[in-house]
């Protein structure tokens, strides 16, 4: 009888750390991803970096670019609109009950509950971990968002926004480098500028095309998930 109720707590755990509410933020610090070290997760490989050119690392211990390294986070790691009501896109997490470990490369459904964006769908990818996030919380990776406690933008690019909030308006993400406005407009069209809305959340199986971005497929009892090419 112990042994049956320890099972139904762990297994308790584990849908709530799956599923639930939450809120979001936004930002786009340039930094390398938490899950791009190794030994994070239970993945096949981490999160890839970039370096400042754009170009793809090898070194999953390539210094960040946050701490003087060549490590920056990639450009195609922005948001885009599948259709109208569903979006792709990468985020830092922290989920209550769960762990790095756990989340790191895993792929969440957010369904938006307030705001512009109200009763749309995007599907985020864990590639960070947000040390300064609350309970449930998405921090959505949006060039232009602001950087928060860290700023690598500088280092990968020379210049940047400022450090909360971001960008104020769609016609400022002009400003920003070529290669990640069309993330930054993604904010203002698709998502209708919503301001940190909340949403529900539940686990879902990795999209290929948020995988092939990201490089990190993630181990499951059955192999490798998210139809990630080797080629």
């Known amino acids: 009888m112990f042994f049956q109720l320890v099972l139904a707590s762990i297994s308790l755990s584990i849908v709530h750390a799956q599923s639930g509410s939450g809120k979001t933020t936004r930002y786009w610090d340039c930094c390398k991803p938490s899950c791009g070290w190794s030994g994070k997760a239970d993945v096949l490989q981490p999160v890839q970096s970039c370096d400042a050119g754009g170009g793809k690392l090898t070194d999953p211990n390539a210094a960040s670019g946050c701490d003087g390294g060549s490590a920056f986070t990639c450009v195609d790691n922005q948001p885009w609109a599948v259709d109208d009501s569903l979006a792709y896109g990468f985020a830092a997490v922290h989920i209550t009950g769960s762990t790095e470990s ?130």
């Open 102 to 231: 756990a989340w790191c490369c895993e792929c969440y459904e957010l369904t938006f509950t307030n705001g512009p964006a109200a009763g749309k769908r995007m599907v985020v990818q864990a590639t960070n971990t947000g040390g300064d996030l609350g309970e449930n919380h998405f921090d959505l990776l949006i060039p232009g968002g602001g950087v928060g406690l860290f700023n690598g933008c500088p280092a990968q690019f020379g210049s940047w926004n400022g450090q909360y909030g971001g960008v104020g308006s769609r016609s400022e993400c002009d400003g920003l480098p070529d290669g990640v406005r069309d993330g930054c407009y993604w904010r203002f069209d698709w998502f209708g500028n919503s301001d940190n809305p909340t949403m529900e959340f539940k686990k879902t199986t990795c999209p290929a095309e948020l995988v092939q971005k990201s490089g990190c497929p993630v181990q499951t009892l059955y192999g490798q998930c998210g139809g990630y090419s080797w080629g």
